[in-house]
């Protein structure tokens, strides 16, 4: 149980477009979502937390225009990268929790998606 | 602040060895705590977690107690093997108030040689 599916795995696009990332629970239903950024050898940097039918929350330093979140259902939340540059190359990681906003439950993670911008 | 402090790996054994990785912590109130697990180019699987003070958790052959005295939460496995080749990442939920948000040692990188 508390699968977490996360598309497309790997991106490749030239600089200026713009990617959008899925997040699903599969087999539950997720009011909040976590979108996290990892850079090579690293720990994981909390970008912002996505509560379904409200808009994010961003943590300070991560522009809200350029990291569009959407959690339009209780099972997905999308994270679009717009105008991506060559210094948005990252991975990207989300998570999903069981629970209320303010559940303890663990936070269960996507495989990643692997962004390069040429 | 929340934080988490984890051992700088990389932490290289020999196959059956013995694992141990140390995580402190520092929190207001009663955080959980927990230890994820990242495989090469994966995103992070939950390995165990504990609610409350003197809680094991275990998974895998894996188990980590929740030390609320010394603050720490370190994860141990008697026998590894090979598969157990990862990157190992300790973290706390914290209290309500903070909206619970998962806060990440820097992560600590095994490698099980045969």
């Known amino acids: 149980g508390a699968v977490v599916s996360q598309h497309p795995s790997r991106v490749i696009c030239k600089s200026g477009t713009s990617v959008k990332i899925e997040c699903r629970s599969l087999d539950f239903q997720a009011t909040t979502m976590f979108w996290y950024r990892q850079f090579p050898k690293q720990s994981l940097m909390l970008m912002a937390t996505?509560?379904?039918?409200?808009?994010?929350?961003?943590e300070q330093g991560v522009e809200k225009d350029k990291f569009l979140i959407n959690h339009a259902s209780l099972t997905l939340s999308t994270l679009t990268v717009t105008s991506a540059h060559p210094e948005d190359s990252s991975f990207y990681i989300c998570?999903?929790?069981?629970?209320?906003?303010?559940?303890?439950?663990?936070?269960?993670f996507g495989d990643g998606t692997r962004l390069s911008i040429l | 602040g929340n934080s988490v402090t984890q051992m700088e790996g990389p932490v290289t054994l020999s196959e059956e060895a013995f694992l141990t990785i140390n995580c402190t912590y520092t929190?207001?109130?009663?955080?959980?705590l927990f230890w994820y697990v990242q495989y090469p180019g994966e995103g992070l699987q939950l390995l165990l977690k504990a609610t409350k003070a003197d809680d094991k958790g275990s998974n895998k052959g894996f188990e980590a107690t929740y030390r609320k005295e010394t603050t720490s939460f370190h994860l141990e496995k008697g026998s590894v093997q090979v598969s157990d080749s990862a990157v190992y990442f300790c973290a706390l939920s914290g209290v309500r108030a903070a909206g619970n948000k998962l806060t990440f040692g820097g992560g600590t990188r095994v490698l099980v040689k045969p």
């Open positions: 996505s509560n379904e039918g409200s808009k994010a929350t961003y």
């Open positions: 929190a207001t109130g009663y955080p959980s």
């Open positions: 998570s999903a929790r069981v629970g209320d906003p303010y559940s303890n439950q663990p936070q269960h």
